[in-house]
């Protein structure tokens, strides 16, 4: 009879440390693939979007996740892109992944992505502008006409780079992004 409750114990006890929680430690590197693009121009600080595990989530040589396991995030942070200056930025982090058909939710750091800078293309319109109204003016009005032909240009070239001229950024459709867990937590 005791050998039996001592048996019944020890097979509670095992079922016990089997089911009992799997942690993910803080620093656990995360590889995710997003499912739509996110642009600095059109996202809204706080909005949810999907992506796909590219790898095995193991933690301690034990599979938690599987590649292809769906995952969750938010941004966390967006700017759009000014007209002459100040490119747009996004961040996103994770907030959930899959595991055993539950999402578990999880905290990470930032992934980030910036607009290209604007320089290179509105010393281009700008200068472009001036030298073609340089250019106009010298053969309409000699040196004076060059002049004023020169203000007008880069007058007009200036116009050009503001309309033209946000460089927004964006985190494209099937964009491969790793990320670390920032929290210890349980998975159950």
Not at 86 to 107: C, F, H, Q, Y
Not at 153 to 182: D, L, M, N, P
């Amino acid at each position: 009879m005791f050998g039996k409750s001592l048996k019944m114990a020890a097979l509670s006890l095992l079922l016990a440390v089997s089911a009992a929680a799997t942690t993910i430690p803080a620093g656990t590197k995360i590889t995710a693939r997003t499912s739509s693009q996110l642009n600095s121009g059109t996202a809204k600080t706080g909005q949810t979007f999907t992506a796909n595990l590219t790898h095995d989530l193991v933690v301690n040589g034990k599979p938690l996740a599987k590649s292809g396991a769906p995952v969750r995030g938010k941004v966390t942070y967006v700017k759009s892109s000014g007209r002459l200056h100040d490119p747009g930025e996004i961040s996103i982090r994770l907030t959930a992944v899959e595991i055993n058909g539950k999402m578990t939710p999880i905290a990470t750091n930032a992934f980030r992505a910036k607009g290209k800078s604007h320089t290179k293309s509105n010393v281009t319109k700008i200068g472009g502008g001036a030298a073609a109204g340089a250019l106009i003016g010298g053969l309409a009005g000699g040196g004076k006409g060059a002049l004023i032909g020169t203000a007008a240009g880069a007058g007009a070239g200036t116009g050009v780079a503001a309309a033209t001229g946000k460089e927004e950024a964006v985190i494209h459709a099937e964009t491969t992004f790793t990320v670390s867990t920032t929290t210890t937590t349980s998975v159950k």
